[in-house]
């Protein structure tokens, strides 16, 4: 064991690697991800190799990568994915404020669009951060006008 890494496999790798791949819960994933970044072996680096060329929220990207690095691997941090985080998520934003009455609330399209697509929601939260309110806000009013 050095710098409190522990070269062996987790006792609860297969629970870590379901939570890595929740796709409706960024935090869950970047939790499992510091904690599969105690553990150096094969497995857990293929994991955090995959989260971090894959993830679409660049929080769990930044951790994969950290964690890789502490154990020695040669990486290169992907860039941030400027535009379309899932695909056609634009499409989706505008199919569900037309499933909306005309005269609804930015409440009620935030509450749908949590209901009916939380990994949508919930990967542009983390991507966001502080701005996600805003900038979903702004996704809301702009929908139609495209």
Known sequence: MTNGIKNEMPPNYDELRKAVNRASNWRLRLEAIE???????KRTIDVLLH???????YKVVEAS?????KFGEDVELPPRNRFELIKDANKVFLRIKKSL???HS??????KLK???LDLYDTYEG????????????????????
């Open 65 to 69: 990568h950290r964690n890789l690095v």
């Open 106 to 111: 930015f409440e009620e399209y935030k509450e």
């Open 101 to 103: 009455p005309r005269d």
């Open 115 to 117: 209901n009916m697509r």
């Open 35 to 41: 904690e599969l970044g105690q553990w150096k072996h």
């Open 51 to 57: 989260r971090m060329n894959n993830d679409a929220v």
């Open 127 to 146: 991507d966001k951060g502080d701005e996600f309110e805003a900038w979903l806000e702004n996704v809301w009013e702009t929908a139609n006008k495209k």
